[in-house]
């Protein structure tokens, strides 16, 4: 008789296995994978507002052509006199492998410049703005919208 009874608890557990299984995969499926790019527009505190603006992008080619142009970019050294700054600001999030998680800034106003931290500083050309908007899949006339009226 006892034989019966671990022969039964065998059997339940061989039949419980594939059920937790198909848990753990729903649970998994129901965890989003991260975009390779998520760009959100925002704004200092500078009193001005913009539309809201957030774009995603699953094109691990294209947003490692941004990346890279990025990191090519050369660096402000010296004085600017840059145009006015209405405080227009991107904030880009790159989930790359081997791409370190870190918040890089990109100005659209002022000398328009990327901030990938307090010491690091690039500046953008006309290529890197085209670039840009054909990664989000924009024209560039919409990464430069007028402020909103307050």
Known sequence: MKTKG?????IG????LPFLAG?????????????ALTVTRSQWPAGNRFPPFVK???DS????????????????????????DDGLAYELTFALPGVPKQPITVAGTGCRGVTL?????RMTN??????????????????????LSN
């Open 6 to 10: 671990w022969h039964r608890s065998l």
């Open 13 to 16: 557990l061989i039949c419980l």
């Open 23 to 35: 848990c753990g995969a729903n649970l998994a499926a129901a965890t989003p994978a991260p975009h």
């Open 56 to 58: 995603t992008s699953d």
């Open 61 to 84: 080619a294209g947003v490692n052509r941004l990346y890279d142009a990025i990191q090519a970019l050369p660096h402000f050294q010296g004085v600017y006199a840059c145009a006015n």
């Open 117 to 121: 931290s307090d010491s690091d500083m």
């Open 126 to 147: 006309k290529a890197f703005w085209s670039l840009f908007a054909q990664t989000l899949g924009v024209s560039e006339a919409d990464l430069f919208p007028d402020p």
